[in-house]
């Protein structure tokens, strides 16, 4: 397609990273190969030494895993991306394309628990010191700052206490620093936050929630600005491995084509349940970013073109409510993960936070009682009920026991 760089948000999600292939699919064909037949000894020797453009091996490059990395690199409005087997594998590549033994990260204290838990375990080994903070205060993110920094790593909205951190600011105070900023975009999308637009350096993402949308997939992907770095992170995962594959990569693809519908019902249908909640006798707290009660309201205003389709909620009962929520909801579905069409509860303490210790958890605001909800696409009138029928029992004396 001509000039896709001139369409709509909504147009590049249905038509990037789509170009010409044998027999005119409309849809990428799916080279599920690991490798790549040269034409001549020559061909191969010329392709290895970069002086010829084509595929070698699927590890270091494929048309399908392309088209799909070509399609978010232009939704992100970055220079190339790069796709990774998982989100985790685009956070590791990240840190090991970016430091080395001594250097230093500033990372906030709301991320996803793994990030926080390598960066405690894997990086340290590797000598590389983490500074965590409150990203949402821009002098503790200052105040943390060394003559090693090298990046600073923020995720915004936070997982899962859906704080959130001025991009803009924070990146002047990298780039004052000679550090870069690194922002992990996957609560809200492309469709929602383009951290590129506010200085960040790096935007990466966990495929496996928005951008692919259906919970059939793993899959990470790296955004860069310039060539240089491109070249540089593809040589570094070239060497760590942690490559997405063809089928995955297709079916990312396929996701993003309904990226822009699924946000805008996320969006709206989240809404929706945190106006519910926040009015709810069980409740305690909600954050989300659309209420005026949340902290940053008026940066999201800023940053954000909408609230996301997270929500953490504290009920007054603490963790024993929390649970018997979880345990009462019929239509959402009691499982980790976030993004898809379908609605998920989840109790971050004991699940996808657990393995970054109390401490840590306790630094960083999530609560024991905190409950994590991703509102899908269901009808919103069906998810409200179903909320409120767990609601109305959370308080009884007896827990309430699956079946
Ligand atoms: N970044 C964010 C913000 C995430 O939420 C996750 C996973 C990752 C990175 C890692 O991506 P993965 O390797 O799983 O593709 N978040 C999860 C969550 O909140 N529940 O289960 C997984």
């Known amino acids: 397609m001509e000039n896709i760089e001139d369409t709509y948000f909504e147009t590049k999600c249905v038509h990037s990273g789509i170009k010409e292939y044998e027999y005119g699919p409309v849809v990428p064909p799916i080279y599920q190969t690991s490798t790549f037949k040269f034409k001549s ?16 091996y699927t590890r270091m490059g494929n048309p399908t895993i392309e088209a799909m990395e070509d399609s978010v690199a232009a939704l992100e409005g970055g220079h190339k991306a790069l796709g990774c087997g998982s989100g985790m594998a685009a956070v ?98 492309p469709a929602l936050q383009k951290p590129f637009e506010f200085g960040a350096d790096i935007v990466l993402h966990s495929m496996t929630k928005f951008l692919n949308g259906h919970a059939d997939v793993i899959g990470g992907v790296i955004i860069v600005r310039d060539e240089q770095m491109y070249c540089d992170f593809r040589k570094v ?47 305690k707290k909600v954050m989300f970013p659309g209420l005026r009660s949340h902290p940053q309201y008026s940066l999201a205003q800023k940053q954000q073109k909408g609230p996301g389709g997270l929500i953490a909620i504290e009920l007054k009962g603490g963790y024993r409510a929390g649970k018997n929520m979880m345990n009462g909801v019929k239509l ?55 909320l409120e029928r767990s609601l109305d029992k959370v308080n009884d004396v007896k827990d309430v026991v699956m079946n």
């Open 92 to 189: 590791h590549t990240v840190f090991a394309a970016l430091t080395q033994f001594g250097d230093h990260i500033v990372c906030s204290h709301a991320v996803y628990g793994p990030t926080t838990t390598l960066l405690n375990s894997i990086m340290k080994r590797y000598g590389v010191e983490t500074t965590f903070v409150d990203a949402s205060n821009l002098d503790e993110v200052k105040n943390a700052i060394t003559a090693k920094t090298r990046i600073i790593y923020i995720e915004t909205p936070g997982n899962p206490t859906l704080s959130i951190s001025d991009i803009k600011a924070i990146a002047k105070i990298a780039h004052n620093a000679g550090a870069y900023l690194v922002v992990d975009n996957t609560f809200m999308s």
């Open 332 to 386: 959402f579905q009691l499982a980790v993960s976030l993004g898809g069409v379908e609605s998920l509860i989840q109790h971050p303490a004991s699940m996808t936070h657990a393995s970054m210790g109390a401490e840590a958890r306790a630094a960083a605001g999530i609560c024991e009682g905190l409950v994590r909800l991703s509102i899908g696409i269901e009808n919103v009138n069906d998810l409200i009920n179903d």
């Open 237 to 283: 995962l070239n060497q760590l491995g942690g490559v997405i594959d063809p089928f995955n990569s297709f079916l990312v693809h396929r996701g993003i084509k309904t990226l822009a519908l699924r946000m805008q019902q996320h969006c709206e249908s989240a809404t929706a349940i945190a106006g519910y909640l926040e009015n709810h006798p069980a409740v």
């Open 41 to 56: 000894a020559c061909h191969g020797a010329s392709l290895f030494a970069g002086e010829e453009k084509g595929y070698i």
